[in-house]
Nanobody, 116 residues
Framework: QVQVVESGGGLVQAGGSLRLSCAAS????????MGWYRRAPGKQRELVAA???????NYADSVKGRFTISRDNAKNTVYLQMNSLKPEDTAVYYC??????????WGKGTLVTVSL
């Protein structure tokens, strides 16, 4: 059984920082890409950032320069450091883990709320 568990969400004032973590465990086999998506109220889910097994990263334009994704392959863990947070970053953030045969696993999400 595969588990993908996010942590680190919460309430923060605009301009503040949060760090999300996501740990994957179980029979995932070989992990390829890990990433973070978010769904804001009334909007569709969107990619925030992704990182390949080799460390190549991809960011949404809206978070470039403010968010940093990283991973620890030994721990099957991915992180999202979020700085200079804005109210429009308020969303449920979901961790996504893909293995080398194209199977995607998702966490249940962690809520990030940015107040004015």
């Amino acid at each position: 059984q595969v588990q993908v568990v996010e942590s680190g969400g919460g309430l923060v004032q605009a301009g503040g920082s949060l760090r999300l973590s996501c740990a994957a465990s179980g029979s995932i086999f070989s992990i390829n890409t890990m990433g973070w998506y978010r769904r804001a109220p009334g909007k569709q889910r969107e990619l925030v950032a992704a990182i390949s097994s080799g460390g190549n990263t991809n960011y949404a334009d809206s978070v470039k320069g403010r968010f940093t994704i990283s991973r620890d392959n030994a721990k099957n863990t991915v992180y999202l450091q979020m700085n200079s947070l804005k109210p429009e970053d308020t969303a449920v953030y979901y961790c996504n883990v893909n293995n080398n045969v194209g199977i995607a696993y998702w966490g249940k999400g962690t809520l990030v709320t940015v107040s004015l």
